[in-house]
């Protein structure tokens, strides 16, 4: 069998990584909801004209980001 070497403990230390890794994505996913959602109720306290100035600014950002996705992508 072999001896276990210094690789064994980088490839523990992945392991633990990897099983963490999603547990970090839906903590920083959970806390993104809920800036958004506060951030939302916000907006729409202030009135119509700045919750359409606010999805027009959105829908801009979404479709730039779209855009250099697909042209990086290529």
């Known amino acids: 069998m072999d001896e276990p070497?210094?690789?064994a403990t980088v490839l523990a230390e992945?392991?633990?990584l990897g099983l963490l890794l999603p547990f970090w994505q839906v903590v920083i996913g959970a806390?993104?909801?809920?800036?958004?959602v506060l951030s939302v109720r916000q907006?729409?306290?202030r009135g119509r004209s700045r919750m359409t100035t606010?999805?027009?600014v959105t829908?801009?950002?979404i479709v730039g980001l779209a855009t250099i996705g697909v042209?990086?992508?290529g």
């Not at 806390?31 to 958004?36: C, H, Y």
């Open 31 to 36: 806390v993104v909801l809920v800036v958004l």
């Open 5 to 7: 070497g210094p690789d």
């Open 71 to 73: 042209l990086l992508e």
């Open 43 to 45: 907006l729409a306290r």
């Open 59 to 61: 829908g801009g950002v």
């Open 14 to 16: 992945e392991a633990l």
């Open 54 to 56: 606010a999805l027009l």
